[in-house]
C-alpha cells in the first residue's frame, strides 16, 4: 500500500504540474520549480530535468539517510518525471490565478501523501533531512529563500503576474501540505512501548536527537512500558517513524507541536 500511495501522489503531482501550473507559466517550489523553467526555457523535457536535478540528492540522500526511505523517494521522483514526460500539457482552466490555486492544492495533496509514507519527492526536502540530522539549521529559511529566488527569475523571465501566481501557487502548497503532513518545526514525541530498550537503541543509533527514558505503568493492564521523549524536526518525522515501527509496530506514539527548545537539543557525542 506504502507505494501504491506514493505513486498515487507522485501522479496527482505530475498532472497539477502539466495540467494546471505549466500551461500559465506558473512554477513550483524547489528544484520542481528550477526543472519547469528549465523545461519552458530550452528543449529539455520537464521531466528529464527534474530527474537530472534531483540525481545528486538522490546519491548524496541513499549514502547518508539509509536504503528504504531513499529508495521510496527515488520511486516518487522517478514517476513524477515520467508523469511530466507522459502526461500532456493541457490548460484546463484558462484563468491563471484559478489554476494557480488548484494547481497549488493539487500538488499540496500529491507531496503531504508521498510524505506520509516516509518518502518525499526529491528536491530540496532531501537537502533539509541530511541537514537536520547533523545541526538545528533554520532550513526554513533556506527553502524560503530558495522559493523567493523562483519568484524573482519568474518575474523577470515571464512577467510579474505570472511571478505573483507562482508566489500564490508556492502559499497554498505549503498549506494544503501543513494540513496533511505537519506545520510545525519542531515536535515532540511520546512514545509508550512495551520493547523499551530496542527503541532506545534503535533511536539512539538513527536519529541524531536527545532522548530520555522513562518508567511507566499500563493503567489497564499494569504491565511495565517504557516511555521515550525526544524532540525533533518536521524533516525527520517520516524516518522516526518508521524506525519506531520497525521495533513496535503496536507502540502508542503521540506527536505534538513544539514552540521553543531550551538547553541541548542534539544528542551529545561520545
Known sequence: MQLLAITIGSVIIAAAFNCFLIPHEVLSSGLSGLSMMIG????????????????????????????KFIIQTILSVIVISAGLSVIPV?????????????????AGLGMGLVLRQSASTGGLDIMAMIVARKKDFPIGTLLSAMNAVIIAISGFLFNWDTALNTMVSIFVTGKVIDAIYTHHVKLTLTIITAKGEEMREQ??????????????????????????????????????????????????????????????FHKQSA
Open 90 to 106: 493541457y490548460e484546463v482552466a484558462s484563468n491563471s490565478i484559478l489554476s494557480s490555486v488548484f494547481g497549488g492544492a493539487l
Open 203 to 264: 533511536l539512539v543509533q538513527n536519529v541524531y536527537r536527545g532522548l530520555t527514558v522513562l518508567d511507566g505503568m499500563g493503567g489497564f493492564s499494569k504491565e511495565g512500558r517504557n516511555i521515550l521523549l525526544t524532540v525533533i524536526t518536521r524533516y525527520e518525522l517520516a524516518e522516526v517513524k518508521s524506525l519506531i515501527a520497525e521495533v513496535d509496530p503496536d507502540a502508542f506514539v503521540n506527536i505534538t507541536k513544539t514552540i521553543e527548545v531550551m538547553g541541548l
Open 40 to 67: 519552458m526555457l530550452t528543449p529539455l523535457d520537464t521531466g528529464a530535468a527534474n530527474f537530472l536535478l534531483n540525481l545528486p540528492l538522490l546519491v548524496l540522500g541513499y549514502l547518508m539517510l539509509g536504503r
